[in-house]
């Protein structure tokens, strides 16, 4: 529709412009004196002092196609800009898209969960597009202050995922508090887009496990299931700040403070990855003074007052936390 106003206007533009040639050659008019003779016909302002009264027919007839174009222009005009900026005002208050996107992520369900999957997904440079069906949701705003794009609506809708781009997206993050909504998202996303790449959020692990090998979800997680290895843990030792599992271990994020005197104060590095059967996965070396280092060199000691942050299946976690323990 905005589109087809355009080309209207731009026709109607062209037609008065032509006007001012056939005015300046039939009424033997200078091209300033055609011009300002031409806009006021159009616009209907007239004042008498050029007109067509004392002219051929032919020429009164084209005066008066002149003035219903430009009543037509002007209609057309205020159309446009009418259109925009009442466009542009929804597009701000409700997330209504501008333009197409493609290869982003569709993230449904901006709840404290929602919320928190956005702002990794922007930290590691993902393009994503959130739906979500409370307008006045208290993380919209957040949402908004990212500069995501933003279509509220009922996730479960393909009209709301088509105006998410959802048959370009590459994948969808179903993650709002509502099981079967989230399902119904996923079956929706797959109607529009059977390629897509679809995750899952499910409070009842046993059914997510279900759901991806019966649906073909891709993968189905339990926030809660997720997290219960980590509450128990850390209930334990303070040293452990995640867990996530891996196949059917469960792998543990440790850190271990180097004091000085405990058995990691001069320790290499080579020698940590030993522990555990061998089986520590990645290593984060974090210095008292200088700049943290993913996966340092074998032979890299440790000194008192740095930091080391551990990647281990839960099997590990004895042999570390020994060498918390000071020297006698």
Not at 214 to 227: C, H, Q, V
Not at 257 to 285: F, K, M, Q
Request: glycine share 8%; charged share 20%.
């Amino acid at each position: 529709m905005r589109r087809g106003l355009i080309w209207f206007l731009a026709a109607i533009c062209a037609f008065l412009v032509a006007s001012i040639a056939v005015f300046a050659s039939a009424m033997r008019l200078s091209w300033v004196d055609a011009t300002y003779f031409t806009i006021t016909t159009a616009t209907s302002t007239g004042y008498g002092d050029i007109s067509l009264l004392q002219s051929p027919g032919w020429l009164k007839l084209y005066g008066n196609v002149v003035m219903l174009a430009g009543t037509a222009a002007m209609a057309a005009g205020f159309g446009v800009m009418t259109d925009f900026l009442v466009g542009s005002r929804l597009d701000a208050l409700f997330g209504r898209r501008r333009k197409k996107v493609q290869d982003h992520v569709i993230l449904c369900g901006l709840g404290n969960v929602g919320v928190r999957v956005l702002e990794r997904l922007l930290e590691i440079g993902e393009h994503v597009v959130v739906v979500e069906h409370d307008e006045n949701s208290r993380f919209v705003a957040r949402a908004r202050e990212l500069g995501v794009d933003l279509v509220v609506g009922d996730m479960r809708n393909t009209v709301v995922l088509e105006q998410a781009c959802c048959a370009k997206a590459r994948s969808i993050i179903a993650c709002s508090n509502d099981d079967l909504a989230n399902l119904e998202a996923a079956l929706a996303a797959r109607a529009v887009n059977g390629s897509i790449r679809v995750v899952l959020r499910m409070f009842n692990q046993g059914l997510a496990r279900r759901l991806e090998s019966s649906l073909g979800i891709t993968t189905a997680l339990s926030t809660s299931t997720l997290a219960a290895p980590a509450f128990a843990l850390a209930a334990l030792e303070a040293s452990v700040v995640g867990s996530f599992q891996l196949g059917d271990e469960l792998m543990l994020t440790i850190t271990l403070p180097v004091d000085a005197g405990a058995p990691l104060d001069g320790r290499s590095i080579g020698s940590l990855r030993e522990l555990g059967d061998g089986r520590i996965t990645a290593l984060r070396h974090e210095p008292a003074s200088g700049k943290a280092v993913l996966n340092p060199a074998t032979d890299r000691r440790l000194a008192a007052g740095d930091r080391l942050v551990v990647v281990a299946p839960v099997t590990a976690r004895r042999d570390l936390e020994r060498l918390l323990t000071r020297r006698a």
